[in-house]
């Protein structure tokens, strides 16, 4: 017992991610307020960007930045040594469309408001049955 515990505590940040991801999947699903589900979809790329660069790191890795010259050695490379920056690199990319989806949907929430004069699902589409 002693052991699954210390097992699930030393992962302590997936856990932070999983609840992250069902407050950003709760909010999407069971809000009613359109702002409400835009900031859960937010929520939840946030957690999926903090696990994938969560994932992406290595414990005593090096930068991959291999220094040919003089002082440099002649020591073979070991790619299992380096940190591989492709998912940091992925989720700044990430964060850009998170950001940009952010910005063109609160754009779209206030084109509702304007006409229809409330964020509530279930008021929108009353309006639209009318």
Do not use: C
């Not at 999407?28 to 696990?51: D, E, P, R, S």
């Not at 070991?78 to 591989?84: K, L, M, Q, S």
């Not at 006409?115 to 509530?120: A, C, E, I, R, V």
Request: hydrophobic residues 55%; aromatic residues 8%; glycine residues 6%.
């Amino acid at each position: 017992m002693h052991d699954l515990l210390l097992t699930i505590m030393s992962k302590y940040n997936y856990w932070i991610y999983i609840v992250l991801l069902m407050i950003g999947l709760y909010a999407m699903m069971v809000k009613k307020n359109l702002v409400k589900k835009i900031i859960g979809m937010n929520i939840l790329q946030t957690a999926i960007i903090l696990f994938y660069i969560s994932v992406g790191a290595k414990i005593d890795g090096m930068l991959p930045i291999i220094i040919h010259g003089p002082h440099s050695g002649h020591h073979p490379v070991r790619a299992a040594d380096y940190i591989n920056p492709l998912p940091h690199v992925l989720m700044l990319t990430a964060i850009v469309v998170a950001v940009a989806t952010l910005g063109v949907a609160l754009a779209l929430a206030i084109k509702v408001y304007h006409q229809y004069g409330t964020l509530d699902e279930d008021e929108i589409h009353a309006g639209i049955r009318k």
